[in-house]
């Protein structure tokens, strides 16, 4: 199982920035995936998941109706389309094969991606 993140770089608030995890080694129908990220000196938490069975998503309230994951079957990627992005989601933004509850809660598995930062400036 691999996952590797790419996109990531500077954006501007108010801008966007669409993140890619690219995905080999296992299906869709096997495990969800969801992105989480960790900001300097704070804990991992979780942004976004979107499930194995059903494509059901979770957001974290802290990004719901700015952020929108989607998957493609057909080229075993997730992607993360950011929306007016704030300086509060800088971070390191990883995709992990996840353990989804539906829309409410979501926790990341055994395997993970390298990071990808994103840096988000006035």
């Known amino acids: 199982v691999q996952l590797a993140e790419s996109g990531g770089g500077a954006a501007k608030v108010g801008g966007s920035l669409r993140l890619s995890c690219e995905t080999s080694?296992?299906?869709?129908?096997?495990?969800?995936v969801g992105w989480f990220r960790q900001a300097p000196g704070k804990a991992l938490t979780g942004v976004s998941c979107?499930?194995?069975?059903?494509?059901?998503?979770y957001y974290a309230d802290s990004v719901k109706g700015r952020f929108t994951i989607s998957s493609d079957g057909a080229t075993n990627t997730v992607y993360l389309q950011m929306d007016s992005p704030k300086p509060e989601d800088t971070a390191v933004y990883y995709c992990a094969t996840a353990r989804q509850f539906g829309d409410k809660y979501c926790e990341p598995q055994d395997h993970w991606g390298q990071g990808t930062q994103v840096t988000v400036s006035l």
């Open positions: 080694g296992f299906t869709f129908d096997e495990y969800a």
């Open positions: 979107i499930g194995s069975s059903d494509g059901t998503t």
